[in-house]
């Protein structure tokens, strides 16, 4: 089992960046495949993000690519989503979350995740 903390998110203003991170607990990390999603207010989660356990491979939501970066660092178990060119249509709270059977069929869905962080939220001001 893995217990997921995202760091503090907070207020920026549309164009500008902030990096989120995740730490899991545990010695394990390098077996979990991660995610990230977000939810809006009155909206379903959608997936943002997702890296395989190397680091190797990585996928995006459609409207984040060339905008936000996923990576991670096995050394100081944590995985980290960079978000440039911020918009508002950004603002959500935002999960890492992470899964020890990579499924290709369902790495874009919540039911696709293990583990869950607690969420943290992003606002983009216009």
């Known amino acids: 089992q893995v217990q997921l903390v995202e760091s503090r998110g907070g207020l920026v203003q549309a164009g500008g960046s902030l990096r989120l991170s995740c730490r899991a607990s545990?010695?394990?990390?390098?077996?979990?495949?991660m995610g990230w999603f977000r939810q809006a207010p009155g909206k379903e989660r959608e997936f943002v993000a997702a890296?395989?356990?190397?680091?190797?491979?990585?996928y995006y939501a459609d409207s984040v690519k060339g905008r936000f970066t996923i990576s991670r660092d096995n050394a100081k178990n944590t995985v980290y989503l960079q978000m440039n060119s911020l918009k508002p249509e950004d603002t959500a709270v935002y999960y890492c979350a992470a899964t020890e059977v990579w499924d290709y069929n369902n790495y874009r869905l919540s039911a696709g995740y293990d583990y869950w962080g607690q969420g943290t939220q992003v606002t983009v001001s216009s």
């Open positions: 545990g010695r394990t990390f390098r077996t979990y495949d």
């Open positions: 890296i395989s356990r190397s680091g190797g491979s990585t």
